[in-house]
């Protein structure tokens, strides 16, 4: 028995599944999940000692790479001044400034500790602020495990086909519209029979739990047309896209203004933050200000804030970084469709700025043809990469993402390695 498997067999009698979030247990790709115990820059290395190229990044936050000097430095300087204190900090109004800065649309910003936490307070606040109930998503999106959310989802819950996830009560899901994402005329239809009732929409910008899928050109301002002319709230689910795609998140990268957005992952820096954020006249609603009640005993947590900020003032200073990381993942994403096209590989990479997927089907621009792709070749291939140490997202329904400290023998190794599996 491998250190992975023993530990993997302890952790199941513990941790249902022996993980602590269900995509980590690698039940679409099969094998034995690798037992983490550090990190530095653009590498991973398990228990055994063994390195990884990782394509993860904690799911999205470590976008600088792991331990970047500027975040360790922050954190080692919060520490000595103490962990929480359940008081409004300095810091927590710095931060809010800074995003403020960097997201035009946010006027307002209310910190919390995961993306679920900010997708879930978000959807109440359209829900007070509209004095509406229904809410709009699209299949294959996911924005966290908040039971309003649990319908056609995307992430863990498609890898694990939980079409009806339990626990959650119809009586809830009911007010929950899902629609197909990138279809204009389906989105046309349900706001004509039911627009003056939907509270909101709530987007990713860019797909990115069904693997990366990208809107379709034009398909953002439509959501934002209906959304202006029915008076339903627009949010942008920017959790994962939120200050990777660019500075302002995909609002910036596309040029549109939601409503309100939800953030987490690179806002936290690794450690456990989430936010929502928007119009002033909207985020006015929220307690203590308003009657939409929301609340965190960890919320703007000082070592989470510190780590948060350090991060998003790397990204705001650095004119460079975006560029950078963009032109990286391109090359990547065109360095693999030349392998799929020499090898006659059935299979399509989608990128935008630095998330990117591979598809082994045809296109895929909604959820249905996600589920198309082939996934005992995907399993082979999440194997082969493995085994070779680079560590890939283990299901065809999330995003590779790209961080700032892989560098051009990461990407060179990665596609050899590509190659040599798709070519045998
Ligand atoms: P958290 O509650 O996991 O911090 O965020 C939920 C969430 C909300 N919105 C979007 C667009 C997201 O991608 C997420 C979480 N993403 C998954 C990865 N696909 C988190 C990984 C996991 O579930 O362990």
């Known amino acids: 028995m491998t250190k992975n498997e023993s530990l993997f067999t302890e952790a199941q009698k513990y941790i249902p599944g022996g993980v602590n979030s269900p995509v980590r247990a690698f039940k679409q790709v099969g094998g034995t999940p690798v037992f983490m115990q550090s990190a530095e820059g653009a590498y991973l290395y398990d228990a055994e000692g063994r390195q990884y190229i990782d394509y993860i990044n904690s799911w999205g936050p470590m976008i600088l790479g792991h331990r970047h000097p500027k975040v360790v430095q922050a ?59 229904k809410i709009l998503k699209f299949e294959g999106h996911y924005h966290g495990h908040a039971d309003s959310f649990l319908k056609k989802a995307g992430s863990g819950v498609a890898t694990l086909k939980l079409d009806a996830p339990g626990g959650v009560p119809a009586a809830v899901t009911k007010d929950t519209i899902v629609a197909p994402f990138n279809d204009e005329a ?20 860019v797909a990115g739990n069904m693997g990366c899928v990208p809107p379709l050109p034009g398909y953002l301002e439509t959501l934002r047309a209906l959304c202006t002319q029915y008076g339903t709230v627009l949010i942008f689910d920017e959790v994962m896209t939120g200050f990777r795609l660019a500075p302002g998140g995909a609002q910036h990268y596309f040029n549109i203004m939601p409503d309100l957005s939800t953030f987490g992952k690179i806002i936290g820096g690794g450690m456990p933050v989430g936010a929502f954020g928007g119009k002033k006249e909207i985020m006015q609603r929220i307690a203590p ?37 963009n032109d990286k993942t391109a090359s990547l994403a065109a360095g693999l469709r030349e392998i799929i096209k020499r090898n006659g590989t059935q299979a399509i990479v989608n990128q935008s700025g630095s998330m990117i997927s591979l598809h082994f089907c045809g296109s895929v621009t909604d959820f249905t043809s996600a589920k198309a792709g082939d996934n005992e070749t995907f399993k082979k291939f999440f194997h082969g990469m493995l085994e070779a140490g680079i560590y890939l997202p283990p299901s065809a329904f999330e995003t590779w993402f790209v961080c700032d400290a892989l560098g051009d023998q990461d990407i060179e190794f990665t596609l050899k390695t590509a190659e040599s599996l798709l070519s045998a």
């Open 75 to 133: 954190l080692r300087e919060q520490i000595g001044k103490g962990f929480s204190y359940g008081t409004p900090t300095e810091l927590e109004t710095e931060v809010a400034q800074l995003i403020i800065g960097m997201v035009p649309s946010v006027e307002m910003i209310r910190m919390v500790s995961s993306g679920t936490e900010a997708c879930m307070s978000a959807i109440r606040l359209a829900r007070g602020y509209t004095n509406r109930a």
């Open 186 to 205: 389906a989105l046309r239809s349900i706001f004509a029979e039911q627009g003056e009732t939907l509270a909101a929409i709530i987007v990713e910008p």
């Open 289 to 325: 200000s308003g009657d939409v009640y929301q609340a965190g005993t960890l919320s703007g947590n000082p070592l989470a804030m510190s780590a948060g900020y350090a991060t998003l003032q790397v990204l705001a200073k650095d004119k460079t970084f975006y560029q950078r990381l």
